[in-house]
């Protein structure tokens, strides 16, 4: 009789892999989180008093564009503006070459 040794044979393990399963909420991407609001810029108005009168440089800004616009047709990339009081005149300068002025009209604030 041949002495064999019996080796215990070692099961095989297979490998499964488990299913994935998604559920509902797994598949729905988290919420985001609104982004902070930047806080609106502050409203402004420049004021040029002098003798009685009052002009808000926004509207003068306005109304030189406008007589800019009025004798030209070249866009407005930069102006200037020079408010003169006592001579009851604004100067402007628009993209650094064309000029002219604008009459200021007494607009008395009391």
Not at 89 to 98: E, F, H, I, P, R
Request: include cysteine; aromatic fraction near 6%.
């Amino acid at each position: 009789m041949s002495r064999m040794k019996k080796t215990a044979e070692k099961p095989v393990k297979e490998s499964v892999a488990e299913p994935v399963v998604e559920t509902a909420a797994a598949a729905k991407p988290a919420p985001k989180k609104p982004a902070p609001r930047k806080p609106a810029a502050p409203k402004e108005c420049v004021h040029v008093q002098f003798s009685g009168s009052d002009w808000a440089v926004a509207d003068l800004m306005e109304q030189a564009k406008a007589a800019y616009a009025a004798e030209n047709t070249e866009a407005v990339k930069e102006i200037e503006l020079y408010v003169k009081p006592e001579e009851k005149k604004a100067y402007y300068v628009v993209n650094g070459s064309v000029s002219g002025s604008i009459d200021l009209a007494d607009t008395a604030e009391q």
